[in-house]
């Protein structure tokens, strides 16, 4: 989701800010990283609100789970860096760990020697909520606060093995993933990077809008149906149909088991997170300036849902360095599309450099 118009207009006057490098997205031989772990990880906590984007929440606690991925000897060293990674709107953390060969994120990023920590938001894939209007974007990002506390105190359930404590700790997102690591990033200054993959705060399309407002209306009738004593689970789909969602997330030349890998994952939407991205993405685009962490951008060249974001990058006034890659193949979801090997290798040679010398 894109924000309003409006926002466009009032934040163009940013784009005398700073410039965006631009990454090469030739891809490079990598060295074996040698054997990678794949190990079930939890997270207990509470789905409260303490960022700019305050929402309603129910603020219970829950266990949001997901799995830590690695090479086994990084896992072995002392404060090792690792990449909390956070899916979008209409996916799941299905997007980071597609069973598709040379289509897992995680993997391929284990296999040029990255950790990374992939999970479902709440109210999302293997943490539903009865009521999908009891979890916000804002509740969001602040459990992606809690987990990064957590990645750093080693006070999380890791399967198998003692949790690491983890050292530089990057924040990645996808998508409305993307908005929750800049929002947690601006509240709390706690990661040492961000990595914003189909994300801009600007650039609606009318892609985007077609499938944005039908959900919004029938979130806002469940809010009038439960106003009247009628049943309402709180969930809607944002795209209207599988083939909305499948043009949505992959460019014309995507692989084909790619495109059948991803129609079992066409689900519903908590209508709580839907309704509160507009004030969500307003706060973020006030807030820019409150990121002091290297931020590196992934791009689609086909994304029907974002376009004309080129000046994005620029409002992030006070991060040292921007770094913008582009997968001219590639549609949203690029992690998973034609081209997702420039995506792996761009990311890599980006952690490479900063978590060496971690930036916060």
Known sequence: MSAPRGSVVLLAVALWAVLAVVVPTTAGAQPEAGPVVDLPVNFEVRNIDRTANQCVTDGLPYPVHGFLTAPAAVLNQPSPAVTLYLHGTNTAQWIWRLDVPGRNYARELAAR??????VDRIGFG???LAD???TCTGANADVAHQIVDQLRAGTY???GRTPPRFGPVFLGGHSSGALLAELESAAFGDVDGIIAAGWAGIGITSETS????PALDSCLRQQHDRATGHPANGYTFFDPDLADFEHGALGPSAPAAVRAAIVPHYTATPCGVLLSEPAAIMADLTGLGGIQVPVHFVFGGQDVL????SPYPGLFINSPDVTVQTVTSAGHIMLIDDGAEQVYDGVARWLD???ASPKR
């Open 306 to 309: 974002r376009q004309g974001i």
């Open 353 to 355: 450099e900063r978590a």
């Open 210 to 213: 077609r499938r944005y407002l």
């Open 157 to 159: 359930h890791l399967r």
């Open 113 to 118: 020697g990255h950790a990374s920590v992939t």
């Open 132 to 134: 999908g209007f009891d």
């Open 126 to 128: 293997s943490t539903p």
